[in-house]
């Protein structure tokens, strides 16, 4: 499915991940929680197909579950103990949700950053933030994109020297390690050249230079205007529910958090409707296009 999200403003996209990515990390109430991960697993789907799906079940499902159980074997804060170690340590109901918890928040927050690089791409980030920082964002927008580039450029390093019978993966072990260290030596110099052809080209440029004009495709549009609008609106919910206390959770030393009450249900849906704006937009568009494509 084509992304529909990903085509609005740069600065709809930003607000949207920035919040977002805001909330996942400082909101532990489990029902945020769950919103948020569900939200972020679905639009990543969305944006990857299989590659998400493996992604997030070979990588993602183990972090969630290690971490979950980690924290309570060294964390024994809590009130209510379920049972005790042979070291004498005790194993308590509060350590164990707030693993969880954590755990939940780490995973939520890796993947929306995965949705992030997908859609926020550099020409976006260097279009908002090249007059204010130049430098800043011209530097922030090449650590986004490190790892995927330099994972795609070490496999294609990797191919060749496999072709003259020279990787990791043929000789014996001495072979082995000379093979690595040549192919990590050619990728640190291609990383430096890299490094410094960009940095040659943004000046030929006059990039950061005052008065500079540069030609972008993007334009602010009554489509965005109106998101912008139901963003802010529900970002505005979600900001106002935290002043009440309905975002909150207390862990230790005892789990304590406010009763539901239909302001917390409001603040809830606010926060799933927020998280889940991509996935509505898609669905949304897909609808409309289906629906076109019937009528011919």
């Given at each position: 499915?084509?992304?529909?999200?990903a085509?609005?403003?740069p600065?709809?996209?930003?607000v949207?991940?920035?919040?977002?990515?805001?909330?996942?990390?400082?909101?532990?109430?489990?029902?945020?929680?769950?919103?948020?991960?569900i939200?972020?697993?679905?639009?990543?789907?969305?944006?990857?197909?299989?590659?998400?799906v493996k992604?997030n079940?070979?990588?993602?499902?183990?972090?969630?579950?290690?971490?979950?159980?980690?924290?309570?074997?060294?964390?024994h804060?809590?009130?209510?103990?379920?049972?005790?170690?042979?070291?004498?340590?005790?194993?308590?109901?509060?350590?164990?949700?707030?693993?969880?918890?954590?755990?939940?928040?780490?995973?939520?927050?890796?993947?929306?950053f995965?949705?992030?690089?997908?859609?926020?791409?550099?020409?976006?980030?260097?279009?908002?933030?090249?007059?204010?920082?130049?430098?800043?964002?011209?530097?922030?927008?090449?650590?986004?994109?490190?790892?995927?580039?330099?994972?795609?450029?070490?496999?294609?390093?990797?191919?060749?020297?496999?072709?003259?019978?020279?990787?990791?993966?043929?000789?014996?072990?001495?072979?082995?390690?000379?093979?690595?260290?040549?192919?990590?030596?050619?990728?640190?110099?291609?990383?430096?050249?890299?490094?410094?052809?960009?940095a040659?080209?943004?000046?030929?440029?006059?990039?950061?230079?005052?008065?500079?004009?540069?030609?972008?495709?993007?334009?602010?549009?009554?489509?965005d205007?109106?998101?912008?609008?139901?963003l802010?609106?529900?970002i505005?919910l979600?900001?106002?529910?935290?002043?009440?206390?309905?975002?909150?959770?207390?862990?230790?030393?005892?789990?304590?958090?406010?009763?539901?009450?239909?302001?917390?249900?409001?603040?809830?849906?606010?926060?799933?409707?927020?998280?889940?704006?991509?996935?509505?937009?898609?669905?949304?568009?897909?609808?409309?296009?289906?629906?076109?494509?019937?009528?011919?």
């Open positions: 499915m084509k992304d529909r999200f085509s609005f403003h600065l709809v996209n930003f949207y991940f920035a919040s977002i990515l805001v909330f996942s990390m400082v909101f532990m109430h489990p029902v945020l929680q769950a919103a948020s991960l939200s972020a697993v679905v639009y990543s789907i969305m944006l990857n197909g299989k590659k998400a992604f079940l070979l990588y993602m499902l183990p972090l969630l579950l290690v971490a979950a159980v980690l924290n309570p074997v060294f964390n804060a809590g009130v209510t103990i379920l049972f005790y170690l042979k070291n004498g340590n005790p194993i308590t109901l509060e350590s164990i949700l707030y693993g969880i918890s954590a755990a939940c928040m780490y995973v939520t927050v890796i993947v929306w995965s949705c992030y690089n997908a859609v926020m791409t550099s020409d976006k980030f260097i279009y908002l933030f090249g007059k204010i920082m130049p430098a800043l964002s011209l530097i922030f927008s090449m650590v986004l994109r490190f790892v995927p580039r330099y994972l795609a450029q070490i496999k294609v390093i990797s191919n060749a020297q496999k072709c003259i019978g020279r990787d990791v993966t043929q000789g014996n072990l001495l072979a082995r390690a000379r093979n690595g260290m040549t192919i990590l030596s050619i990728m640190t110099t291609w990383a430096l050249e890299n490094a410094i052809e960009t040659d080209s943004m000046k030929s440029r006059g990039y950061g230079l005052p008065g500079r004009t540069s030609f972008s495709l993007f334009r602010f549009d009554a489509r205007q109106s998101v912008m609008l139901v802010i609106g529900l505005a979600v900001l106002f529910g935290a002043l009440m206390g309905e975002n909150t959770i207390r862990f230790f030393p005892s789990v304590k958090w406010l009763a539901v009450t239909p302001r917390s249900i409001a603040v809830y849906i606010a926060y799933f409707g927020l998280c889940m704006v991509p996935v509505i937009i898609n669905v949304v568009e897909d609808m409309k296009w289906k629906r076109i494509e019937s009528r011919i």
